[in-house]
Every structure is written in C-alpha cells, then in structure tokens.
C-alpha cells in the first residue's frame, strides 16, 4: 500500500500541479474521505507528540494541548476549516472545484507533510537544531504545495491570487481552531500547555 503511494507523494513535493491532476482523477466515495481525513489526524497527533517530546525544553514557546484528545480535536478540526476554507473561499473567488477534490487535496498533503515529518523525528535523534529547522522548511514547503493544489483544484490562472486567498484562510483556519480548542478545553477543564 504505502510502495503505490510513494511515487504520488514524491510527485506532490516535485511537480505539485500534477498531482494535485492526478489526485483529482481518483474517484473516492465521500465517506471513505471522511475516514481518511480521521486517519491522517489521529497520525499528526502521534508524530506531534514524538515531536514535542524530542524537542528540547525551551527551544519552541509554540502551544500544544497536553491532552491527546484535545491534540486530535484540534488537528482534525483544523483539516475539516481546511477543507471547508479550500472549498468555500475558492467558490467565492470565482473557483470551479468539488468539495470532494478539496478534501483530497487537503487529505493528501497532510499525508505527505506526515511523511516528510517522521523525517524530521528521525532528524531530531541525530541533531535536534537541525530539524527545528526542518520544520520550518516543512511549513514553507507545506504552503508550495497548498497553493499548487489550489490552482488546479479551482482551476485558477494566478498564482498570486490564490496566495491572498489563502492568507484570508489561514486567518479562518486560525480562527476556528482557537474557538474549538477553547470551547473543547473549558468543557473538559483541560488547559493548553507551552512547550
């Protein structure tokens, strides 16, 4: 399974646009999305929680939720905003895209930021500054790969525009997620811990 995968994954990083083309061939029921869109979140929280643990204390104010739920709450809110940001925002900016090909694009890059982060927990055993750093070329490539998928997905001209339109969903995403994790943190009584 994972061997079928790998040339896509290379794919996305190398030439986005064609993956983004070949992901949107796949024709996937919407109820098999919405598992592995639970897959990809409950696997983000694992790697996070290996993350954290091998940063070295100081090194990152960056807030995580002590509690795992909480951390799958979170991440999988954050992937469901994604989706319904890529789909939405791209429909208003005059997009033609699905709301199934936003949730395989969304799906498939966390996939492939998962990968390229279990590279960077390797990393962290061998030089944890280095893959400090790791992560932020993970973000920057993160974001490359986004915008591409984007351009195919809503069948955009301009780089550029969806540059701003994604600004304008990183600010919802960022949006939405602080009112889950403090709606979903007062409930349980949990507090959200600096590391």
Known sequence: MLKALTPLTIESIKRPQDA?????AWDIPREALWTALAAVALMSVIVTKLIVWLTPAGATSQPFPSAPVVLAVL???????????????????????SFDDSMKAVIWLQWVLLVLQVGQVILFLISP????????????????????????????????????????????????LAIVASLFAALLGLEVQNV
Do not use: E, K, P
């Not at 983004?20 to 949107?24: G, I, S, V, W």
């Not at 940001?85 to 429909?91: E, P």
């Open 129 to 176: 500054g280095l893959a400090l750093l790791a992560g932020l070329a993970l973000f920057l490539i993160g974001i490359w790969i986004f915008l591409n998928f984007v351009l195919v997905i809503h069948d955009f001209n301009s780089l550029a525009m969806v540059f701003f339109g994604t600004l304008i969903t990183i600010v919802g995403v960022s949006f939405g």
């Open 20 to 24: 983004a083309r070949a992901l949107q």
């Open 75 to 97: 991440v999988a809110g954050g992937l469901v905003i994604t989706v319904l940001c890529t789909y939405y925002f791209g429909r208003v900016f005059g997009g033609t895209g």
